[in-house]
């Protein structure tokens, strides 16, 4: 497989070209290498210097990252952006980047496997982002007390970076969006929902969320999004039979 074959993969499952209307990333190839064949691909949550380093370490040629480089219109390759593009241009090392297409994936997206950990049932879509559906929402077999859901999102047993704990303290149905999504908190209050799940947290839904009796667990921006991109790995492996690594970079965010 060479990166353009790599770039067809992803392509084959992911929406890429569908979603590039709405999401400021630029998803894909955001940059290239030199002919050659690709034995193993790095994954990352972000396209940090770090990342790159290690990757490099791991004798990867590409890597996969869910928040890459380039958002919304040119930037100026001065400071971090033009070390980091001098260093995968030194190394030889692709960047890919697919943002808002992993969020909503309905198997390896990020709120999939995050309904899945917390054992959501008749899952159906949820959250909408200029029309589109990012998240999931769905129901709980049967009753979860709210700090099994909790555990069930961070079993590390690592805190949350917020836990609004308004609501029942069993719940029976949540909502699922990983990342920057607190305020569509909005749309799980409008929808009934007991738990509503993200990454992020902001004050001005305090007092909604508290006034509407609903949950909200804000699990942290990076421990609500290394799900896709280790799910994307495992499937690049088990379909390609290419050698693959996770790189762990939290940031407690």
Same mark, same amino acid.
């Given at each position: ?43 990352? !949550? ?17 890597? +996969?990252?869910?928040?890459?480089? +380039? ?15 001098? +260093? ?34 008749? =899952? ?28 069930? !999102? ?8 917020? =836990? ?44 909604? !969320? ?25 499937? =690049?492996?088990?379909?390609?039979? =290419? ?11």
């Amino acid at each position: 497989m060479d990166l353009q074959e790599f770039d067809a993969w992803c392509r084959s499952f992911l929406e890429i070209d569908g979603l590039a209307g709405i999401d400021d990333s630029l998803n894909g190839i955001q940059a290239g290498r030199s002919d050659g064949p690709v034995t193993k691909v790095a994954f990352a !949550v972000d396209a940090c210097l770090e990342a790159m380093r290690r990757s490099r370490d791991a004798g990867a040629q590409v890597l +996969f990252v869910h928040h890459g480089m +380039f958002w919304g219109k040119p930037g100026r390759l001065v400071g971090s952006t033009l070390e980091r593009i001098r +260093f995968l241009l030194e190394n030889d090392i692709a960047l890919y980047a697919c943002h808002l297409p992993l969020d909503r994936h309905p198997v390896v997206g990020n709120n999939a496997v995050l309904c899945r950990a917390l054992g959501l049932e008749r =899952l159906e879509p949820f959250g909408t982002f200029h029309g589109i559906p990012l998240g999931f929402k769905g129901s709980f077999p049967e009753p979860v007390p709210l700090d099994e859901a909790v555990r069930r !999102v961070l079993p590390d047993g690592s805190p949350p970076l917020s =836990l609004l704990a308004f609501g029942p303290g069993v719940v029976r149905t949540a909502g699922v969006i990983s990342g920057g999504a607190a305020f569509e908190s909005l749309q799980a209050i409008e929808q009934g929902l007991e738990l509503y799940v993200t990454g992020e947290t902001t004050h001005s839904i305090y007092r909604l !969320v508290e006034e509407a009796g609903i949950n909200v667990l804000c699990a942290g921006h990076y421990a609500t999004e290394v799900h896709g991109v280790r799910a994307v790995a495992e499937k =690049l492996a088990s379909e390609t039979g =290419l050698s693959t690594i996770f790189i762990d970079l939290p940031t407690g965010l």
